[in-house]
């Protein structure tokens, strides 16, 4: 999610699909801009292992379409959602300009 606003949707699965099919998935359902695509590893609660994740970053208000590109162009994978934030333009503006000030004063 970037200061323009944005959706990042993160998915558990059971079978993990290459980013270069997800991108070309969503790239023809044309999801612009680019959606960034980035696999994650995080320890499990007490049990010392580590879980993986997908995570998808679209524009704001295409975390709907994402997710239903990505279920239903790879049932095989299981992918089930387990967190989606959204940042609307607005506060991603107000976060940019308390970025620059931040970085001016310091």
């Known amino acids: 999610v970037d200061f323009s606003g944005g959706t990042a949707v993160t998915f558990v699965y059971t079978e993990k699909v290459p980013s270069e099919n997800i991108r070309a998935a969503l790239d023809e359902a044309g999801l612009k801009p680019e959606p960034m695509i980035q696999y994650q590893k995080a320890a499990g609660e007490g049990t010392g292992t580590k879980k993986e994740y997908l995570e998808i970053k679209v524009g704001f208000d295409q975390g709907t379409k994402a997710t239903e590109v990505v279920m239903s162009k790879f049932p095989q994978a299981g992918f089930q959602i387990v967190k989606e934030d959204s940042v ?19």
């Open 88 to 106: 609307g333009p607005q506060i991603g503006a107000e976060l940019q300009k308390k970025a620059i000030i931040a970085v001016i004063l310091s």
